[in-house]
């Protein structure tokens, strides 16, 4: 079909996320997941800011994404669970290119153990960590997004908030929070234009994950044991993960708000 053609049928560019030029904040995103958003979205012509803690493997990563895609990265370092560096992170952010057109919230994960293990101020930093800190950034983003006309919010959680993890009090506590948080999000402001969803990842293979697995098994072997109970019988790749995110952060993705995505190789079997 002809360039025309298409345009009559309104399913020209169907391919075509049109990210050019929107800015994406991508936080988390020196490794892991965010770093696999962040390339994804550069990949698809964002310009993006990435944010965590350790400035030098920060700056390693916006290099290396730069060098992947040629597209304009820039790294701010941030610890998330600070309110006054997120707010100096977001101004810097929203200063560098003169707007921000997706917020991408992430952060490292709580610690895994039981229930009767964790005090008050484990509990309080989960808090600040997973569900705070991605209150403070979508606050503070949010006169941004409303400029934009079509913003875009994207929460990282987990795939606790659909079937029970062993072990995973404080990330299921705090992701159930930011899924309760993202829908009263999407119904204030999709008078915005603004959608907000959240992505629940599985078994994804980052660091946090190799962080898991017994010390002194086979690495291989490990993996290939915590894969058995996965129906497509893998652990995912993060830019599996990646391509959802930068659906979500899509035109195409216009009408879908208010919604948690599980990107698990089919792992959760409840039916709802
Ligand atoms: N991978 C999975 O299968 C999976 C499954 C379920 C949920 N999740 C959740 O998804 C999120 C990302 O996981 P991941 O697997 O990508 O982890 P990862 O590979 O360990 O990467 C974590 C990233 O977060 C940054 N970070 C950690 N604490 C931070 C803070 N306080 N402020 C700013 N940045 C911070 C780290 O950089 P710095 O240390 O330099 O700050 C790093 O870039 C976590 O919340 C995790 O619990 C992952």
Same mark, same amino acid.
């Given at each position: 079909?002809?360039?025309?053609? %298409?345009?009559? =049928?309104?399913?020209?560019? +169907?391919?075509?996320?049109? %990210?050019?030029? @929107?800015?994406? *904040?991508?936080?988390?995103?020196?490794?892991?997941?965010?770093?696999? +958003?962040?390339?994804?979205?550069?990949?698809? &012509?964002?310009?993006?800011?990435?944010?965590?803690?350790?400035?030098?493997?920060?700056?390693?990563?916006?290099?290396? $994404?730069?060098?992947?895609?040629?597209?304009?990265?820039?790294?701010?370092?941030?610890?998330?669970?600070?309110?006054?560096?997120?707010? #100096?992170?977001?101004?810097? #952010?929203?200063?560098?290119?003169?707007?921000?057109? *997706?917020? /991408?919230?992430?952060?490292? &994960?709580?610690?895994?153990?039981?229930?009767?293990?964790?005090?008050?101020?484990?509990?309080?930093? #989960?808090?600040?960590?997973?569900?705070?800190?991605?209150?403070?950034?979508?606050?503070?983003?949010?006169?941004? %997004?409303? @400029?934009?006309?079509?913003?875009?919010?994207?929460?990282?959680?987990?795939?606790?908030?659909?079937?029970?993890?062993?072990?995973?009090? /404080?990330?299921?506590?705090?992701?159930?929070?930011?899924?309760?948080?993202?829908?009263?999000? #999407?119904?204030?402001?999709?008078?915005?234009?603004?959608?907000?969803?959240? $992505?629940?990842?599985?078994?994804?293979?980052?660091?946090?994950?190799? =962080?898991?697995?017994? @010390?002194?098994?086979?690495?291989?072997?490990?993996?290939?044991?915590?894969?058995?109970?996965?129906? /497509?019988?893998?652990?995912?790749?993060?830019?599996?993960?990646?391509?959802?995110?930068?659906?979500?952060?899509?035109?195409?993705?216009?009408? *879908?708000?208010?919604?948690? *995505?599980?990107?698990?190789? &089919?792992?959760?079997?409840? $039916?709802?």
């Amino acid at each position: 079909m002809d360039n025309e053609l %298409l345009r009559d =049928h309104q399913i020209q560019n +169907i391919m075509d996320l049109k %990210l050019d030029n @929107k800015v994406a *904040i991508i936080l988390a995103a020196s490794k892991g997941l965010g770093k696999a +958003i962040a390339t994804a979205l550069s990949a698809e &012509g964002a310009k993006v800011i990435i944010g965590s803690r350790d400035k030098t493997e920060l700056d390693k990563t916006a290099a290396e $994404i730069h060098h992947l895609t040629g597209n304009e990265v820039v790294a701010i370092p941030v610890d998330v669970s600070k309110g006054e560096e997120i707010e #100096a992170f977001i101004k810097k #952010a929203a200063d560098t290119f003169g707007r921000v057109d *997706i917020l /991408l919230n992430n952060a490292g &994960g709580p610690p895994f153990d039981k229930f009767e293990n964790f005090d008050d101020a484990q509990w309080q930093k #989960a808090f600040e960590l997973n569900l705070l800190s991605m209150a403070r950034t979508s606050r503070l983003v949010l006169p941004h %997004l409303r @400029k934009t006309g079509s913003g875009r919010i994207i929460n990282i959680i987990s795939g606790s908030v659909k079937s029970v993890l062993a072990n995973s009090v /404080l990330s299921t506590s705090m992701r159930m929070g930011v899924v309760g948080m993202a829908k009263m999000m #999407a119904d204030e402001f999709g008078p915005y234009n603004i959608t907000v969803n959240n $992505i629940a990842p599985g078994l994804i293979l980052t660091d946090r994950i190799k =962080h898991t697995l017994p @010390k002194d098994a086979d690495p291989e072997k490990a993996m290939q044991e915590k894969a058995k109970s996965i129906p /497509l019988g893998r652990i995912g790749k993060p830019e599996e993960l990646a391509a959802l995110a930068v659906f979500l952060a899509s035109e195409q993705a216009s009408y *879908i708000s208010g919604t948690t *995505i599980q990107v698990d190789g &089919g792992a959760n079997r409840a $039916i709802f």
